[in-house]
């Protein structure tokens, strides 16, 4: 199973042979096309994702995806605990910039997909947490 709160990932997969794709409800956050879910346990249950893919408002300097208010990181620190495992979607502008709320580590992540653009010393910091990179 696959589980997002983002509309456009959930548009994008839904098609893919083999893949259960789970959009998680809420409360529409317009300007990211994502759910803000209040109660996650009431909305997922017992449910366990296979592969959670997760949006970046930013990443901060301490490795910690940040998002602009609480109730987006919520949801998406309650994504990353259902998940085996986290992919996470940051193209290289979102890197060592901070924000109100913590989502959750970058040390929890098992594979970011990013631009070309990644600079060094990020890259080498996920090189040594044992992330696997995608550069697209």
């Known amino acids: 199973m696959l589980a997002t709160t983002a509309m456009n990932i959930d548009q994008y997969l839904m098609h ?3 893949l259960d794709v789970h959009m998680i409800g809420g409360r529409v956050f317009a300007s990211t096309a994502s759910t803000i ?3 996650f346990d009431k909305a997922v249950g017992g449910l366990v994702a296979h592969q959670a893919f997760l949006s970046a408002h930013a990443i901060d ?5 940040v998002d602009v208010n609480e109730d987006i990181a919520r949801t998406k620190r309650n994504l990353v605990r259902m ?3 986290v992919i996470l979607l940051a193209d ?3 890197w060592d910039i901070g924000a ?6 970058v040390s929890r992540v098992d594979m970011v997909i990013t631009d070309s653009d990644m ?3 990020i890259r080498s910091r996920l ?3 044992g992330v696997e990179v995608r550069y697209v």
Not at 100 to 105: D, H, I, P, R, V
């Open 61 to 65: 300097a301490a490795f910690d995806v």
């Open 127 to 129: 090189d040594r947490l």
């Open 100 to 105: 109100a709320s913590k989502a959750f580590s």
């Open 119 to 121: 600079p060094q010393p």
């Open 37 to 39: 879910v209040a109660d």
């Open 16 to 18: 893919r042979q083999g």
């Open 83 to 85: 998940a085996r495992r």
């Open 92 to 94: 290289s502008s979102k």
